[in-house]
């Protein structure tokens, strides 16, 4: 999946993400680097509302879990269970947030495989001018073919 | 401030909020509850997209904040530190968040005139069709008049 078939993907399927205007930046197999403008997710102090941080974050880690288990040939429901956010910083301007694994990838598989369900953690940092403006740690469920 | 006044100041300074048509259902000084329909905020399994839960729970928690310090004559710049979002069961509806304080009032605001900055928790149900569908806690500072 490339870059802009992710982008039009999500904004067909969640439009909160049009809403938001989110962007495609980059996908490799080891991370997914979405990014915002400021004006559709600003707050009332002229900085990023902390519900578009977390949304872009849960975003970008849901991205980087559907494109593994589709390469991997298991194309799966995930499901997100639960969440952490830290913010560390205002974010004043554009943003991005990188989404990278957080657990042990092989254990997830081979539990998807067997039991048809299986567990991952990934996280996902979000940036602001080179700086690190928050920190996601996400806890997501996939769930194989037998029980979508 | 009533529920009309909070919802055009959500709309007016958080434009997310006005983009997932969160609507104030009521405002006491012990909770805040805020609405939202589905269409906006869904997802590609036609149900809640994560972060549209997480931002509800988000603006619930700092509108019961925001006007319990207003309404203690001690306006203040009120900033997220950290949250935490369990999901509970998919919604596939209308939901709501309701706000109330998960942490000892009368500390925060002895810190918050003390020393111009008081910190607290406060949690927010999401609830949808009379069920539980998450939980939401967050951490949260505020900054007297001599921050601002």
Known sequence: MTEAELETYLHEHIPLSRAMDVRVISITDQRVTLGAPLAPNINHRDTVFGGSAASIATLAAWSLLHLRLTNAGLPSRVVIQSSIMDYLAPIAGDFTATAT??????????????????????????????QKAGQFHGEFVAFGKDRL
Chains 1, 2 share one sequence.
């Not at 694994?101 to 001018?129: N, S, V």
């Open 101 to 130: 694994l957080d657990g042990d990838w092989d254990a997830f598989l081979r539990m998807l495989t067997r039991k048809g369900r299986g567990r991952i953690a990934l996280k996902a940092a979000l940036d602001y001018e080179g």
